[in-house]
């Protein structure tokens, strides 16, 4: 029998159709990660690997029983399938980086708001303009003499949040707390580009 044969018969379809299956969960999954009550924050990450990492176990399991079953034609496009899915995964950084993405996607827009806030025109509660209304939905933003903050995320009691802070000068070695929601303080982690720090 040959490659098109084996792959074609029930022993090689089944791994085929079973890596397919783990790759594309991850269209739903990173869907759920991305969408506002999560992304950015460590549940959204932890959503989009358990995901990846679930794709990879599906793929080499399809791998392993190709092997078992001797059905290299259906082994050969498993693996083929594995590093071709992940050259994709490891450039679509969107869903697994979110902060970085949001912040790329949005950059323009942050850098007017800087400009605004260096010409003195942005102080205490920022009205968030139009277009970063869906980095920020819920409005959360302020600028004091040291920070221009923008919240990417809060808990459902507004209780808890994460987001992204442009300081007028780096952190210091003792970093200084940033309220990043209503009853909650974070501290700059990484700068993410162009002065601002993801905050959490």
Not at 124 to 151: E, H, K
Request: hydrophobic share 50%; glycine share 10%; with cysteine.
């Amino acid at each position: 029998m040959d490659f098109r044969g084996k792959l074609a018969g029930g022993r090689g379809l089944l791994p085929v159709v079973l890596g397919c299956a783990g790759w594309l969960l991850l269209i739903p999954a990173w869907w759920l990660a991305e969408t506002p009550l999560i992304v950015g924050s460590l549940v959204g990450w932890a959503i989009s690997w358990a995901a990846v990492l679930f794709a990879v176990l599906v793929s080499v399991a399809a791998v392993l029983i190709a092997g078992v079953r001797r059905s290299w034609g259906a082994a050969v496009v498993s693996v083929c399938l594995l590093a071709g899915a992940a050259i994709v995964v490891s450039q679509h950084d969107s869903q697994i980086y979110p902060v970085d993405y949001r912040y790329r996607l949005h950059r323009a827009a942050l850098a007017d708001l800087v400009q605004d806030y260096r010409a003195g025109r942005v102080d205490g509660d920022v009205s968030v303009p139009a277009d970063l209304r869906s980095l920020c939905p819920s409005g959360f933003a302020y600028a004091s003499s040291t920070v221009l903050f923008v919240q990417l995320w809060q808990n459902w009691r507004a209780e808890s949040g994460t987001g992204l802070a442009y300081l007028a000068e780096p952190p210091p070695a003792e970093p200084t707390p940033i309220t990043t929601a209503s009853g909650d303080f974070g501290y700059a982690q990484r700068e993410v580009g162009d002065g601002w720090w993801w905050v959490e």
